[in-house]
């Protein structure tokens, strides 16, 4: 069965630390792995990963993807308490439509 | 650019009742997906439509339905709602196989 399994599951730092969320998966097909951030309802995009070893960035965030060890992480540099949110973990695959998602990280960023 | 659009925001029902909930997809995209985010969990798939066709299924009874309309817009049906039911549901938008993007969802609740 395609699994992803995020972790911590929730995470409280001080405003200016660094944090690193961490994502591992078992599936077959992989196509991708996709990062979203969600403060209310909507998960925002914020990277997609296909290729071992090229970092992503935007700003403060940035993310990894190994496909030989199967995980990613996320990390988010000089955090604001506008970071706090539940940081999503997904898997994209060959041929198939669905996003298979982990249970997500909720960071809660103290002033 | 229109991003996705869902309605109602929220929604009481009781058990046994049926819903209608709503998607217009992001301008350019002609695919819809739909998920059921239960509390402090994440998103898990119900279906894909894609050209108005369902383009794949995850784990959820045929009382859980769909459309697509020409215009790319979507509808979720859920008949027969039991508890379980009361949820997060989310509806994404992507050109074919690419990132998808999500609405802020409707928020059901089953009584």
């Known amino acids: 069965e395609d699994k992803v399994v995020q972790s911590p599951l929730s995470l409280v730092v001080h405003e200016g630390d660094t944090v690193t969320l961490n994502c591992s998966y078992e599936?077959?097909?992989?196509?991708?792995l996709l990062w979203y951030k969600q403060e209310k309802k909507a998960p925002t995009f914020l990277f997609m990963l296909?290729?071992?070893?090229i970092e992503k960035k935007s700003g403060r965030l940035s993310s990894i993807l190994d496909k030989k060890e199967l995980f990613s992480i996320l990390n988010i540099t000089a955090t604001q308490t506008g970071d706090s949110a539940v940081y999503l973990c997904?898997?994209?695959?060959?041929?198939?439509?669905?996003?298979?998602f982990g249970q997500g990280t909720r960071l809660t960023i103290n002033p | 650019e229109t991003g996705v659009t869902q309605s109602p925001t929220h929604l009481i029902k009781t058990r046994g009742q049926q819903v209608t909930l709503r998607c217009s997809s992001q301008?350019?995209?002609?695919?819809v997906s739909w998920y059921q985010q239960a509390l402090g969990q994440g998103p898990q798939f119900i279906f894909q439509y894609y050209r108005e066709e369902e383009n794949g299924r995850g784990n959820f009874p045929p009382r859980f339905s769909g459309l697509q309309f020409p215009n790319y817009s979507s509808e979720l049906n859920v008949n027969a709602l039991e508890l379980d039911d009361s949820a997060l549901y989310l509806c994404?938008?992507?050109?074919?196989?690419?990132?998808?993007?999500f609405g802020p969802g409707t928020r059901l609740l089953v009584l």
């Open positions: 994404a938008s992507s050109y074919r196989g690419e990132t998808q993007y």
């Open positions: 301008s350019g995209h002609n695919t």
């Open positions: 997904a898997v994209d695959f060959q041929g198939a439509q669905k996003l298979v």
């Open positions: 599936v077959t097909n992989f196509r991708s």
């Open positions: 296909t290729s071992s070893g």
